[in-house]
């Protein structure tokens, strides 16, 4: 039985580390398989001027694993803002509560941080908040609420941490299970062409 999320990165061409540890690992479906699903999957696929960017625009929902209306809403978010609107919408993706979790490596992965999330496991300035795509601010202190430190997610937390270096916008206190955002998201290497998703929905 394949999984659909290996499905979408190779679909896409590209890894998205949307499996925890697999994709650093040889067992890594775009090392096994580095070529597109299907009975023509290796075949040489040319993609018209709106086929890269629906790509582009696919590889941001996968990743961060939100729908498209959420999408939809952080453009239109991202283009009322001042500023440069490709970078508006990277720093309101990372911004993420879910995200966040990841970024700060309390999760291995971005679906495992919703599902902490989601199920209550996380607090943000002490209270619990199970809202994925709740926007962190400056000064927020994420952790992981008192009784679910035992939780069989987090069994292994603090061996994982203990390599782990989080971005420049966000502070790890590794003893804690805590992080604390010093600054808005910036910097960030991604895995996609955000401008050509913002000339997609310019359309």
Not at 17 to 29: D, E, Q
Not at 50 to 58: H, I, R, S, T, Y
Not at 139 to 160: C, H, M, T, V
Not at 176 to 191: C, H, I, N, R, Y
Request: proline residues 4%; positive net charge; aromatic residues 8%.
């Amino acid at each position: 039985m394949f999984d659909t999320r290996e499905k979408k990165e190779r679909s896409l061409g590209t890894k998205l580390f949307l499996k925890a540890h697999r994709c650093n690992s040889p067992k890594c479906v775009m090392i096994k398989k580095a070529y597109r699903p299907g009975l023509h999957g290796k075949d040489r696929h040319a993609y018209s001027e709106f086929g890269q960017q629906l790509q582009e625009k696919q590889k941001i929902k996968y990743s961060y694993g939100i729908r498209e209306a959420q999408m939809k809403k952080i453009f239109v978010t991202a283009v009322k803002n001042p500023g440069v609107t490709g970078q508006m919408i990277i720093q309101l993706l990372e911004r993420r509560l879910d995200n966040a979790v990841f970024r700060l490596g309390l999760a291995p992965s971005r679906s495992l941080a919703r599902q902490l999330v989601s199920h209550g496991h996380i607090v943000v300035n002490g209270k619990k908040v199970g809202i994925p795509s709740y926007l962190v601010r400056v000064r927020d202190k994420i952790g992981i609420r008192p009784q679910s430190k035992d939780i069989a997610q987090l069994k292994d937390l603090g061996e994982r941490l203990k390599k782990y270096e989080a971005p420049i916008w966000l502070k790890l206190d590794k003893e804690k299970f805590e992080g604390e955002v010093v600054s808005l998201p910036k910097d960030m290497e991604v895995l996609f062409d955000v401008n050509m998703v913002v000339d997609y929905y310019s359309k």
